[in-house]
């Protein structure tokens, strides 16, 4: 996962849905973090919700009250995103303030999510969907999937296996000023082979390049 202050002031993270091995229904399950995002605020301050889904820790933290499940007695109230893998990497764009988190997939997608400032309690789909394709249909539900749900789809997939890609690791949207070219870009890679992609908004469409070149060792992180 990852972990970060958001333009907001709250932190930020993510949990991948706990388990390699067996696919279960916790991404869907409004009860347990896992598979989530979380948002907090460490200043814990009056007023605010208390701790729901502390887990271990001391708890000493509130709820912001513009989180989707506050005041719920159904749903830990730290979530502000649902349906996620391993959501490995996300960031804030500097000048906007808008969200994008990659989530590696399982078999053959891996996806980059995109979020405004302030757009809590979006569904990314996992294990209803990997990507934008529907994911072992005949196991929806045993996985707390419902067709009735409104699930957020990914901007931007990224096919397993292909062009040497296996795992998708998420970067920052370029703020500098060394490169006017590439003001307002967003740039990603992947972990087994170090291609490098950047994604601008264009004419109301995501269009993403790739650049000439390799990383030569595997991105865990962009700094």
């Not at 499940?69 to 391993?86: H, P, Q, V």
Request: proline letters at 7%; one cysteine or more; a negative charge.
């Amino acid at each position: 996962g990852d972990l970060s202050f958001g333009p907001d002031g709250y932190l930020y993270w993510p949990l991948g849905d706990g388990d390699s091995r067996v696919i279960g229904p916790r991404p869907q399950d409004p009860t347990t973090i896992l598979g989530k995002m979380m948002r907090i605020n460490v200043d814990n301050t009056p007023g605010e919700g208390a701790a729901d889904c502390k887990g271990q820790g001391s708890g000493d933290y509130s709820i912001p009250p513009s989180n989707p499940f506050a005041g719920s007695t159904t749903a830990c109230d730290e979530i502000w995103a649902l349906g996620l893998r391993n959501p490995w990497r996300f960031s804030f764009d500097r000048q906007n303030g808008d969200l994008y988190l990659t989530d590696v997939g399982e078999d053959a997608w891996d996806e980059l999510n995109h979020a405004a400032p302030g757009a809590g309690g979006r569904n990314y789909g996992w294990p209803c969907y990997e990507g934008e394709v529907v994911f072992e249909a005949a196991q929806w539900p045993a996985r707390g999937c419902d067709k009735n749900t409104t699930f957020t789809f990914p901007i931007l997939t990224q096919a397993l296996h292909v062009n040497d890609d296996c795992s998708i690791t998420g970067g920052f949207v370029y703020r500098g000023t060394r490169y006017p070219a590439l003001v307002g870009r967003y740039f990603m890679t992947d972990y087994c082979s170090g291609n490098l992609r950047s994604l601008t908004h264009e004419d109301g469409q995501w269009v993403v390049a790739l650049h000439n070149a390799r990383a030569p060792l595997g991105i865990v992180s962009f700094g």
